[in-house]
């Protein structure tokens, strides 16, 4: 089933829609550390930001790659994409927090901080999704990179128009996270000692703790704002 040409579809379309959404963000940055800068830096800056927002995702994924391969790591991982997944519905603050830069060096600085957090995100879901296949990892990365350096803009102004759209990327960011912490080695060993349910389930249960937990907090704010 896994090794069928229609699973393998299945994880392409995964892969492409999570980088959709972890993606626009690095572009977001870029634009707005850029935003103040003269017409023929800004330029510059933006070439330069997204470079460094694509450098940073093959550094990643080279180094994340290998780690997964070890005991605890995939468990750390799948807990980090659950809070990814809790974060891309709660989080409202439209990167107030990243302030536009008045020289060259300085914007591209401030974009390779804000990135290396978010280009981390993207890897992790890539590599969830991707269960070690190359083509996979591949693709997803090369896909990013027209999404970092175009933004996405027409596409994130429908995700804008339908924020549902949001809800369902987090929600299968929970189920790739729920498959990623029963392939660790040392949660899949306690799992066969203790009758190993089918992976599914754990899937299933990462994206009803996302949407549960996301949908509690984004209620719990509205009714302080009210």
């Known amino acids: ?39 023929r830096q800004k330029k510059i800056g933006v070439a330069l930001g997204a470079a460094a927002a694509v450098a940073l995702r ?13 005991p605890y790591i995939k468990l750390i991982g799948g807990i980090l994409l659950l809070g990814i997944a809790v974060k891309l519905v709660t989080d409202e603050s439209e990167h107030a927090e990243v302030k536009s830069q008045p020289n060259l060096w300085g914007a591209v600085t401030t974009i390779v901080i804000a990135d290396g957090v978010m280009s981390l995100d993207n890897v992790l879901a890539i590599l969830g999704v991707a269960h070690g296949d190359m083509r996979l990892i591949i693709f997803g990365l090369l ?38 912490i029963v392939a660790d080695p ?41």
């Open 186 to 226: 040392v949660v899949a060993d306690w799992l066969d000692r203790h009758g190993d349910p089918p992976d599914i389930l754990a899937a299933i249960a990462g994206m009803i703790v996302v949407l549960a937990i996301g949908g509690a907090l984004t209620l719990l704010a509205k009714r302080r704002k009210a």
């Open 1 to 39: 089933m896994t090794d069928s040409p229609a699973y393998f579809l299945f994880q392409l379309l995964q892969i492409s829609w999570l980088d959709l959404l972890l993606s626009g963000d690095n572009a977001v940055v870029i634009a707005m550390a850029c935003r103040d800068l003269p017409e």
């Open 58 to 70: 093959v550094l990643f994924t080279v180094i994340v790659d290998q780690l997964l391969k070890f």
């Open 143 to 180: 896909l990013s990179i027209p999404l970092v350096v175009f933004g996405a803009g027409a596409l994130m102004r429908v995700i804008d128009r339908f924020p549902i759209l949001i809800w369902a990327g987090a929600a299968l960011l929970g189920w790739v996270a729920g498959e990623m």
